[in-house]
């Protein structure tokens, strides 16, 4: 059981905004630390897509913006395309693991 | 650009010992400014961060690995080390190594880039 949760699965099509949501606690979001997150297309290694909640890495699509709220983070993406179609995971820093951790994923279908 | 490597044994027997390494190359793993870490994926499930390495030696790992977990790091080959013992079918996973670095002096750090990942099973 993951200390951050997210939804097993989000839709939606071009031209939509789905919204990936991170729900975490006052030891892990809520204690202030930043949520990155990751995007893992299928039969690769996970890739940084956004960090410290709300930034790009070069060469990262504006389609993909982050936010953070509280003990939750959100990951939206605009205008899903067919080749976004991956598992997303948000990740932090928990004080009380002391330790890193990750969110179970979701996997996002572009319809 | 800096490129990360696992390798080791595909499978591995039930209370037998894991050992992999992680080979980086186009850049030092002896860099002040990065951890390097392990982290593992069961099958169908998101990533576990396992544990970390500091250059100068120091190791932080997740506390139910601890006692069976040690990260090792070989500044002459540029490499960094796990040895997991006494593994069972759970430890069954693809294993990452991955920089961990922190783009606001040390306040939050990001797994990037990552290795391809090498699955290991733990069966007789």
């Not at chain 1, 179609?85 to 002391?98: I, K, M, V």
């Not at chain 2, 997991?84 to 693809?94: E, R």
Request: aromatic share 10%; proline share 6%; hydrophobic share 30%.
């Amino acid at each position: 059981q993951s200390l951050l949760t997210q939804p097993p699965s989000v839709s939606g099509a071009p031209g939509q905004r789905v919204i990936i949501s991170c729900s975490g606690s006052s030891s892990n979001i809520g204690a202030g630390y930043a949520v990155h997150w990751y995007q893992q297309l299928p039969g690769t290694a996970p890739k940084l897509l956004i960090y410290n909640n709300n930034n790009r890495p070069s060469g990262v699509s504006d389609r993909f913006s982050g936010s953070k709220s509280g003990s939750s983070a959100s990951l939206a993406i605009t205008g899903p395309q067919a080749e976004d179609e991956a598992d997303y995971y948000c990740q932090t820093f928990d004080n009380s693991l002391t330790g890193w951790v990750f969110g179970g994923g979701t996997r996002l279908t572009v319809l | 650009q800096l490129h990360l490597q696992e390798s080791g044994p595909g499978l591995v027997k039930p209370s037998e010992s894991l050992s992999l390494t992680c080979t980086v190359s186009g850049g030092s793993i002896s860099s002040t400014d990065y951890y390097w870490g392990w982290i593992r994926q069961p099958p169908g499930k998101g990533p576990d961060w396992i544990g970390s390495i500091y250059y100068t030696g120091s190791t932080y790992y997740t506390p139910s690995l601890k006692s069976r977990l040690t990260i090792s790091i070989d500044m002459s080959k540029n490499q960094v080390s796990l040895n997991l013992i006494s593994v069972t079918a759970a430890d069954t996973a693809v294993y990452y190594c991955a920089r961990i670095f922190s783009r606001d002096n040390g306040d939050n750090w990001t797994f990037d880039p990552w290795g391809q990942g090498t699955l290991v099973t733990v069966s007789s």
